[in-house]
């Protein structure tokens, strides 16, 4: 497809089933790229290739399931972009492991066409084409911490996640609706025993992420109460550790 804004890695072991998407969702999507893989494999070697702007994941392949898949790519890479995942599998641990693992949408299969591709439009829209992208900076900001990161999001009155990366592992996302934190979620927590966990991680990665179309709002505190909560549990942290 030529003048594509957007690629998608769809990743389905089923041919019969990725050929039918990608025909019906692009016709829907003319805009978008749609690179086709069937193993884990293969889609690790199509994301060293090239950016996406989305990833369409079948949880259970061949070669293992497409949870994992995210989770190793995320302890690699500094920015990775949302996922909507799907299964055939009724199975509820998929898809809490699926939220946990930061998907925007969880669809049991077989999945409708139409809403996939207004679901897919929606993430699309709050992810600007690169080109579109003139009028804020980019760039590296260092010895920054997550209670800096987060007063600067709000102050900016963003609508967006941040996404925290620890080097032993851990990971954690805050999100922020018109300046305010309205969720946050680590592997176990949510709420505001996640936001406090985030803020007292000393190092790691971090990326920006568009909001979910459906997130869920955990917090309910003003912004600036609740970073003042946050920095005094650390303190208290820090004299009960010296």
């Not at 641990?93 to 925007?104: D, K, L």
């Amino acid at each position: 497809m030529t003048g594509a804004k957007f690629n998608i890695l769809l990743l389905e072991d089923n041919l019969v089933a990725s050929n039918f998407l990608i025909t019906t969702l692009s016709r829907e999507l003319p805009e978008v790229k749609f690179v086709p893989a069937i193993s884990i494999k293969e889609a690790s070697e199509k994301v060293a290739a090239q950016a996406f702007d989305l990833f369409i994941l079948d949880i259970q392949l061949p070669d293992g399931n497409s949870i994992d898949f995210l989770d190793a790519l995320q302890k690699e890479h500094v920015s990775i972009p949302r996922a909507i995942f799907m299964t055939a599998s009724k199975v509820p641990e998929f898809r809490q492991r699926a939220q946990t693992a930061g998907a925007v949408r969880f669809f049991e299969k077989p999945v409708k066409s139409k809403e996939f591709a207004i679901v897919i439009s929606d993430i699309l829209a709050q992810r600007p084409a690169p080109e579109k992208q003139d009028n804020a900076f980019e760039g590296l900001l260092s010895c920054l911490t997550p209670i800096d990161l987060v007063q600067l999001k709000c102050l900016s009155q963003a609508r967006m996640g941040l996404e925290f990366f620890t080097r032993q592992g851990a990971r954690g996302s805050v999100y922020f609706r018109d300046g305010q934190v309205v969720h946050a979620v680590t592997g176990l927590e949510t709420g505001e025993d996640a936001f406090c966990k985030i803020m007292s991680w000393k190092s790691g990665k971090i990326s920006e992420i568009p909001l979910p179309t459906a997130l869920p709002r955990s917090i309910h505190s003003n912004w600036t109460d609740l970073i003042i909560n946050a920095a005094h549990k650390l303190d208290e942290t820090s004299h009960s550790n010296p």
